[in-house]
T-cell receptor
Framework: EAQVTQNPRYLITVTGKKLTVTCSQN?????MSWYRQDPGLGLRQIYY???????DKGDVPEGYKVSRKEKRNFPLILESPSPNQTSLYFC?????????????FGPGTRLTVL | AQKITQTQPGMFVQEKEAVTLDCTYD???????LFWYKQPSSGEMIFLIY??????QNATEGRYSLNFQKARKSANLVISASQLGDSAMYFC???????????FGTGTRLTIIP
């Protein structure tokens, strides 16, 4: 089944404790993105990647890191999480650039930073 | 400036009635794509419908149609014969040709009343 998977689905952590949210897609998509969703703000892009070893900042990259060492994986790293990073996080992938490229979303990771 | 504006934070609609969810957008790019996503209470993002800026006809997908008025920069989602399962958050999003991301609106929470 074609899908984007994220782990963990739920995470409660404390300020400053490094964490990684994994994302994997099995559709051989070139493009992958991370978004965060906050009430009243919709989804905002954190980082995106157009291919292996090619990443760039989205709208809200502060406090996050990403890497793309393999085409299928795009982990999101919070080196020193803070409470304002409490949010619902989505990983997404799409086949390539171009206007009509449906983004396939993972199930989401609900992160709480205490 | 907001690129995607959804002015209805919440809507209540009687079951079986049609409903229109508003979306206006702002771009100077002549080539762009517009998307609608549904987010039920379970949290996943479900792609509903797509409209390209050069498409001559309004997009339709089953009970979903997109009322695309290019001159007014609006792309309203119309759901015909609403069902209880349509209760969800709905997001309008845009991809510009030179961009690598979807820009989302803040969403409309639709509640269908039996």
């Amino acid at each position: 089944e074609a899908q984007v998977t994220q782990n963990p689905r739920y995470l409660i952590t404390v300020t400053g404790k490094k964490l990684t949210v994994t994302c994997s897609q099995n559709m051989n998509h070139e493009y992958m993105s991370w978004y965060r969703q906050d009430p009243g703000l919709g989804l905002r892009q954190i980082y995106y990647s157009m291919n292996v070893e090619v990443t760039d900042k989205g709208d809200v990259p502060e406090g996050y890191k990403v890497s793309r060492k393999e085409k299928r994986n795009f982990p999101l790293i919070l080196e020193s999480p803070s409470p304002n990073q409490t949010s619902l996080y989505f990983c997404a992938s799409n086949l390539s650039g171009g206007l009509y490229n449906e983004q396939f979303f993972g199930p989401g990771t609900r992160l709480t930073v205490l | 400036a907001q690129k995607i504006t959804q002015t209805q934070p919440g809507m209540f609609v009687q079951e079986k009635e049609a409903v229109t969810l508003d979306c206006t957008y702002d771009t100077s790019d002549p080539s762009y794509g517009l998307f609608w996503y549904k987010q039920p209470s379970s949290g996943e993002m479900i792609f509903l419908i797509y409209q390209g800026s050069y498409d001559q006809q309004n997009a339709t997908e089953g009970r979903y149609s997109l009322n695309f008025q290019k001159a007014r920069k609006s792309a309203n989602l119309v759901i015909s014969a609403s069902q209880l399962g349509d209760s969800a958050m709905y997001f309008c999003a845009m991809r510009e040709e030179l961009g690598e991301k979807l820009t989302f609106g803040t969403g409309t929470r639709l509640t269908i009343i039996p």
